[in-house]
């Protein structure tokens, strides 16, 4: 299989080439940036006005016949230039990906979305099932990936398109405003770290090692078309995973933990600005369920959510 993997230099995208390396698959990775690795490069800006011309250029010169978007942007914006860039490459570079393939008639596209989606709600089932409401709360990142979805299902046939669903992705090299909550938690002064249970609420956790989010999206593209999660099997309890980061549980008002949240936020780095529309997701579960896809997909998560947080701690489990 000839697969292009648009915005593959990331996280997600370094483990995926490995796994279709591995396998035989003639890689081409599509980014801005270069990716360590085996696999052949072309450099391609998705914010361009010809975003959509760059792309399938490079579908038909390196004659792909799959297509997996990773390109996203995970940490929350600064100011609103950064919002209108982060949704135009959500949108119109998603958009322009999704023509791409369709006009050089790939035969699969894999949209990698995220557990996001689904929003963080008080009448969350758990675990959420792959058929449960689109209903992502205001946290940019959640709203993009929704829109996202929308896009490649307005573009793509359904006989060709499949999206992947990852609970929060964590491995030793990851690093975004989620991960350093967990590993850099402290106030001056203090030994150990706090993490807010905010108005009380200590929902369940979920991890993904970023391993078996590539073993999913691998699978995906030689099995039907679909929806399908990448997940562990199991969740945490909020004890325990404040346990294991050596954090402190505190009970705060939400709304004491807002102010302050919009009163420091400007001054933080942005591997520590989480903003307050994260707050849900504090509050209420997102968890998946990981039957339906390991059974459709063959394919079993080899870390827990426990081994993935140690993982991502430089604590394996």
Sequence with gaps: MRVALVGGSGLVGRALMARLVARGDAVVVLDCV???????????????????????????AHHVDA??????????????????????????????????????????????????????????????PTTAPIRPRDL?????KALQERVCRAAVADDVLSIVRPAIIYAADAHNYLTEILRRARLPGLSIGLLPALDGCRPPLQFVHVDDVADVIAASLSAPTGTYHAASSDWLAYNDVARAAGLRVVDVPSRWAGALVEALLPLMPPSLRAPRALFPYLMHPFVLD????????????????????????????
């Design 140 to 144: 940019p990142y959640a709203v993009d």
């Design 290 to 317: 990981m039957a339906p896809t390991s059974a459709a997909l063959g394919v079993t998560p080899r870390w827990s959510s426990a081994q993935a947080l140690g993982a991502m701690l430089g604590r394996p489990s």
């Design 67 to 128: 297509v997996v978007h990773l390109a996203a942007r995970v940490n929350p914006p600064g100011n609103v230039a950064e919002r209108a860039a982060m949704q135009r490459l959500h949108h119109e570079g998603t958009s322009a990906v999704a023509r791409a393939a369709t006009a050089t008639q790939v035969r699969r596209f894999v949209l990698v979305s995220s557990a996001v989606v689904y929003g963080a709600w008080p009448d969350n089932p758990v675990p959420l």
């Design 34 to 60: 270069r990716p360590r690795g085996n696999a052949s490069f072309v450099s391609v800006d998705l914010l361009a006005a010809d975003a959509e011309q760059q792309v399938r250029q490079a579908f038909v």
